[in-house]
């Protein structure tokens, strides 16, 4: 193919932050602003992108969804088929274009000749085995035998995760773009670097000034490998975070309004789907209430817009005219204000908290838990239960959370993330 092109989504490649940090360019390509989408989540934005839609259209409404059949919460699911729609490389592929995919969301089984992801074995009595999930099925014992170290899953999220993990995707990225022989036409890969110090501390402390840096020269290092084998590159933000100082708990608040219905197992209080009439999954800094009787989403709206810190509750028509709306969303979407963010818990007692409350539990957790980038007590045994340690947060769109996007391609500039992808499904 004569069309080589390396796409690198950066989380947290906020348009004001790096303005702020007087960060105009990398490697020669200039940033400019772009919308994202609401709700601005990496698995939403990146549903968004490689379909070139809105959530209504591909159903990935966020980080996590409720499956109403079986009544159970689902984050971070990787199957490809939870993204609904023609991807913007199809057309491409059938033409003979290679295309892989290096830590996105929602890669597995995706139509794509590599893919990279994260997979560990989770032992039945406690612990993991760290392991990548390839195709080709020797691709990450290949990188691991070229950069001569294994991906660390504990660099990648939890109370140790770091820049580290940045330092080894983008060693790993200029790895496949070397190979002559198996490099894929068209590669979109991922760098997390940025997201966790932002969202410890905030993209206001000077300690993401410093992971920002991190984040450019990884960037850099990318960028050249990519020049140097004859790709064109798009660079772009999925979400900008913002300082955040205020918790807000939608499922206490539902709770107290007899909508959240608990199971209490010894001590512990556990959410009971089965009788529950409302319940929030939250995400940074949306939630999605799944109502179970039309009667009480008014109830529930109103419980909701009661809370301090919530901006907006928005319902189906709201929903839509937002292009959120999806059988997969819930009946109702919280927006927290400025400076807010929606947190979990329903319990109010520390002995109260569900036992995967104290763990990285990405999976069975009912909502998204940045506290699990901080250490608890024991410190590495547990996480933190202090949802105060939280300073960043994203999810909201508007003035001041547009993101930075660079490119050798020549794409239109006034627009927004879905029509960057547009550019580049028709530049394919």
Same mark, same amino acid.
């Given at each position: 193919?004569?069309?080589?092109?390396?796409?690198?989504?950066?989380?947290?490649?906020?348009?004001?932050?790096?303005?702020?940090?007087?960060?105009?360019?990398?490697?020669?390509?200039?940033?400019?602003?772009?919308?994202?989408?609401?709700?601005?989540?990496?698995?939403?934005?990146?549903?968004?992108?490689?379909?070139?839609?809105?959530?209504?259209?591909?159903?990935?409404?966020?980080?996590?969804?409720?499956?109403?059949?079986?009544?159970?919460?689902?984050?971070?699911?990787?199957?490809?088929?939870? +993204?609904? !729609?023609?991807?913007?490389?199809?057309?491409?592929?059938?033409?003979? !274009?290679?295309?892989?995919?290096?830590?996105?969301?929602?890669?597995?089984?995706?139509?794509?000749?590599?893919?990279?992801?994260?997979?560990?074995?989770?032992? =039945? =009595?406690?612990?993991?085995?760290?392991?990548?999930?390839?195709?080709?099925?020797?691709?990450?014992?290949?990188?691991?035998?070229?950069?001569?170290?294994?991906?660390? $899953?504990?660099?990648?999220? !939890?109370?140790?995760?770091?820049?580290?993990?940045?330092?080894?995707?983008?060693?790993?990225?200029?790895?496949?773009?070397?190979?002559?022989?198996?490099?894929?036409?068209?590669?979109?890969?991922?760098?997390?670097?940025?997201?966790?110090? $932002?969202?410890?501390?905030?993209?206001?402390?000077?300690?993401?000034?410093?992971?920002?840096?991190?984040?450019?020269?990884?960037?850099?290092?990318?960028?050249?490998?990519?020049?140097?084998?004859?790709?064109?590159?798009?660079?772009?933000?999925?979400?900008?975070?913002?300082?955040?100082?205020?918790?807000?708990?939608?499922?206490?608040?539902?709770?107290?309004?007899?909508?959240?219905?608990?199971?209490?197992?010894?001590?512990?209080? /556990?959410?009971?789907?089965?009788?529950? @009439?409302?319940?929030?999954?939250?995400?940074?800094?949306?939630?999605?209430? /799944?109502?179970?009787?039309?009667?009480?989403?008014?109830?529930?709206?109103?419980? $909701?817009?009661?809370?301090?810190?919530?901006?907006?509750?928005?319902?189906? @028509?709201?929903?839509?005219?937002?292009?959120?709306?999806?059988?997969?969303?819930?009946?109702? +979407?919280?927006?927290?204000?400025?400076?807010?963010?929606?947190? /979990?818990?329903?319990?109010?007692?520390?002995?109260?908290?569900?036992?995967?409350?104290? =763990?990285?539990?990405?999976?069975?957790?009912?909502?998204?838990?940045?506290?699990?980038?901080?250490?608890?007590?024991?410190?590495?045994?547990?996480?933190?239960?202090?949802?105060?340690?939280?300073? !960043?947060?994203?999810?909201? +769109?508007?003035?001041?959370?547009?993101?930075?996007?660079?490119?050798?391609?020549?794409?239109?500039?006034?627009?927004? +993330?879905?029509?960057?992808?547009?550019?580049?499904?028709?530049?394919?």
């Amino acid at each position: 193919m004569d069309k080589k092109l390396l796409i690198v989504q950066v989380a947290a490649l906020g348009w004001d932050f790096l303005h702020r940090n007087g960060v105009r360019a990398c490697e020669g390509l200039e940033f400019k602003p772009a919308d994202s989408v609401l709700p601005a989540l990496t698995c939403t934005v990146q549903g968004s992108f490689r379909t070139a839609s809105p959530p209504s259209t591909h159903g990935m409404v966020a980080n996590g969804l409720y499956f109403r059949d079986v009544r159970r919460t689902m984050f971070w699911e990787q199957s490809s088929d939870l +993204v609904a !729609g023609e991807r913007i490389w199809t057309r491409f592929r059938r033409r003979g !274009g290679r295309v892989g995919m290096m830590f996105w969301q929602q890669s597995l089984g995706e139509r794509v000749d590599l893919v990279l992801s994260p997979a560990p074995i989770h032992k =039945h =009595h406690g612990g993991m085995i760290q392991d990548c999930y390839c195709q080709p099925s020797d691709l990450y014992q290949r990188l691991r035998a070229r950069l001569g170290k294994s991906f660390k $899953l504990m660099h990648y999220w !939890g109370p140790l995760a770091s820049a580290a993990v940045g330092d080894w995707i983008a060693a790993a990225t200029a790895a496949v773009l070397e190979d002559r022989e198996s490099a894929p036409d068209l590669l979109l890969t991922y760098l997390p670097s940025l997201d966790y110090e $932002l969202q410890r501390v905030g993209p206001s402390h000077a300690r993401s000034r410093v992971a920002l840096e991190r984040t450019m020269q990884q960037l850099a290092a990318m960028i050249s490998a990519a020049r140097s084998h004859d790709y064109d590159v798009l660079v772009y933000g999925d979400y900008a975070i913002a300082d955040a100082a205020q918790a807000v708990f939608p499922n206490r608040a539902l709770r107290a309004a007899g909508l959240l219905a608990v199971r209490q197992v010894k001590q512990m209080l /556990y959410p009971d789907f089965h009788a529950s @009439r409302a319940f929030a999954l939250v995400d940074h800094e949306i939630a999605h209430v /799944y109502v179970r009787d039309p009667d009480d989403v008014q109830a529930a709206a109103e419980c $909701l817009r009661a809370l301090d810190g919530v901006e907006r509750v928005l319902d189906r @028509r709201e929903q839509a005219d937002a292009g959120l709306d999806h059988r997969a969303g819930g009946e109702l +979407v919280v927006v927290a204000r400025e400076g807010a963010w929606l947190a /979990y818990p329903w319990w109010q007692r520390k002995r109260e908290a569900p036992e995967y409350a104290t =763990h990285v539990d990405i999976h069975n957790k009912p909502g998204y838990d940045p506290c699990e980038l901080f250490s608890g007590w024991p410190p590495i045994v547990t996480v933190s239960q202090d949802p105060s340690r939280v300073r !960043g947060s994203h999810g909201r +769109v508007g003035p001041g959370r547009q993101v930075a996007w660079a490119s050798t391609l020549a794409l239109d500039e006034s627009g927004d +993330v879905i029509a960057l992808a547009r550019g580049v499904r028709d530049w394919l």
